[in-house]
């Protein structure tokens, strides 16, 4: 949708100022002989198109309660009046978009109205599937602490949206550190005034009647046709059957198959990856110093830039994990939204406590893909080499080859290939042409498959039952990920694997 609405505005996004990192990823992704492989997400790009605004002025003005709700929008107005009408009433590139969701967390309500009656086109979409600005505004009045004061603006602001009483799919998630509980809460607090917002989580939702149905009569079909009907199902059922998980395998009864998949890498690596008994501390340690982070720089009306980490209320207790989180997520941030290097995020980070250690940031490797993670990598002392080959494995999962080279350079693992898994099996696990990025491309390690390619032609493989079981999933599910690992690596290539099974750890 974001795509659709560029390209349709591009002649337009063209005449405006700033616009040079846009045209340089939207020609790249789109010119005529362009050899993309990549998602990338403009929104990043597109904010630097109002870069010059003085958007900090203006949100103090909307915390403000001395300016009334007409002198508020009067300076909305102003601040973007050099920009297209076509622009600001667009709902996937407005920039209004975020003043919008900063009148509603600071109660503007009347403004926010204002608004959306000058920009219809900001009303949310109506492709349900797809709405993330409205669980985004959900998530801000579900946040502890916001109350609804007048039932009667919400009311007429949820209709200007196109929300009134329309079913808003969404995904729940419940990851241990990042949820998004708000949105129930928001439902129902609107609920609760008279504003009827139904949401519908889409794991609620009935599988959907198949377009095409096979009814096939087996009287009907041929001996050979029979019996090319009776492999396919058996081969379904086979693998279905082989598709089994960790915490469910002590249900199973003692079998050789069984045992075999209780002494291999993979059961091995599972056992290694269950999160702490102190899991739930360190989720609500890290959410809560989180809200206090958002908060304050809203209080202050500052930025995350100008944020001064040491007037944060850090308790005594706080986890040794949870700082190091903070130290990823933080750096990450920083580098997305602010104008420090490296040396002087981690710096700044490092001067109030929340330096990572190489035990802790072992232990959320799958936020590997972040500069805000790699960037501590030279400043860690990897004592424990389990470590160390967590985040190398978790590299070669990511096809991030320059983060995965310098830790390799300073430890120099050693995998035992009959109880570990090792790198080579995660590359191939996870092997990809496509990279996808939410946000600003340059907080995420580049993807580098033809390095790790050569590492490990160079190198040498040693070809394992895990490897093989892992070809074999991707020769079953993605015949692209197969046919191009076997023109590197054609020791991989597999016609049948009688003990396959592929094992997921949660």
């Known amino acids: 949708m974001l795509h659709e ?30 050899s993309a492989t990549e998602v990338l997400d403009y929104k990043d790009s597109l904010d630097r198109l109002w870069a010059d605004l003085p958007l900090e002025e203006l949100n103090r003005k909307i915390t403000s309660t001395n300016i009334s709700s007409v002198e508020t929008f009067n300076e909305i107005e102003r601040v973007f009046s050099n920009f297209p009408y076509e622009i600001l009433n667009s709902e996937s590139i407005s920039p209004l978009n975020s003043i919008l969701g900063f009148l509603v967390a600071k109660k503007r309500i009347p403004t926010a109205i204002m608004l959306l009656q000058r920009y219809p086109g900001l009303e949310f979409s109506t492709a349900n599937f797809t709405n993330e600005a409205a669980t985004q505004l959900l998530m801000i009045i579900g946040n ?62 009935e599988k959907p009647e198949p377009i095409f149905v096979l009814n096939i009569d087996k009287n009907e079909l041929t001996d050979d046709e029979k019996r090319s009907l009776d492999k396919c199902n058996l081969t379904r059922e086979w693998l279905e059957g082989r598709q089994l998980n960790y915490l469910q395998l002590d249900t199973f009864e003692s079998t050789s198959f069984i045992e075999s998949i209780k002494s291999s890498p993979e059961f091995y690596f599972c056992k290694n990856q269950q999160h702490p008994d102190d899991f739930p501390l360190i989720k609500s ?13 809203a209080n202050q009306n500052t930025s995350l830039e100008k944020l001064d980490l040491t007037t944060l209320d850090v308790p005594d207790t706080m986890l040794p994990e949870v700082k190091s989180i ?55 002392s990897f004592d424990e080499p389990k470590d160390a080959k967590a985040l190398l494995n978790e590299f070669a999962s990511k096809g991030a080859y320059k983060a995965f080279s310098d830790l390799n350079s300073m430890v120099g693992a050693e995998f035992d290939l009959e109880t570990e898994l090792d790198p080579f099996y995660f590359f191939i696990k996870n092997y990809s042409s ?65 003990e396959f099974f592929s094992l997921s750890c949660l």
């Open 144 to 205: 502890e602490g916001y109350e609804i004061e007048d039932s009667e603006s919400y009311q007429q602001l949820f209709d200007l949206l196109g929300l009134s009483g329309k079913g808003i799919y969404y995904q729940e998630i419940n990851h241990p550190l990042f949820s998004n509980v708000e949105v129930k809460n928001a439902v129902e607090k609107l609920n609760h005034e008279g504003i009827v917002v139904n949401l519908i989580p889409v794991e609620d939702l």
């Open 326 to 380: 903070l130290g990823i997520i933080l750096a990450r941030d920083y580098l997305q939204a602010t104008s420090l290097n490296e040396q002087e995020i981690m710096m700044r980070l490092s001067n109030v406590g929340l330096k990572p250690s190489s035990k802790h940031i072992a232990s959320f490797s799958g936020l590997a893909s972040l500069k805000g993670f790699t960037m501590w990598l030279e400043t860690l």
């Open 5 to 34: 609405s560029v390209s349709e505005l591009i002649p337009v996004i063209k005449s405006l100022p700033n616009n040079e990192r846009f045209l340089s990823q939207y020609n790249f992704v789109n010119g005529p002989n362009s």
């Open 285 to 297: 340690q890290f959410t809560e110093m989180r809200k206090q982070i958002t908060q304050t720089i």
């Open 434 to 498: 496509m990279t996808l990025h939410f946000g600003d491309i340059n907080a995420y390690e580049q993807k580098d498959n033809a390095a790790f390619i050569n590492y490990f032609k160079v190198s040498g493989v040693k070809i394992k039952p895990q490897h093989r079981r892992a070809i074999f999933k991707r020769k079953i599910s993605e015949q692209d990920a197969y046919k191009a690992l076997i023109s590197h690596f054609p020791e991989l290539k597999v016609e049948n694997v009688d």
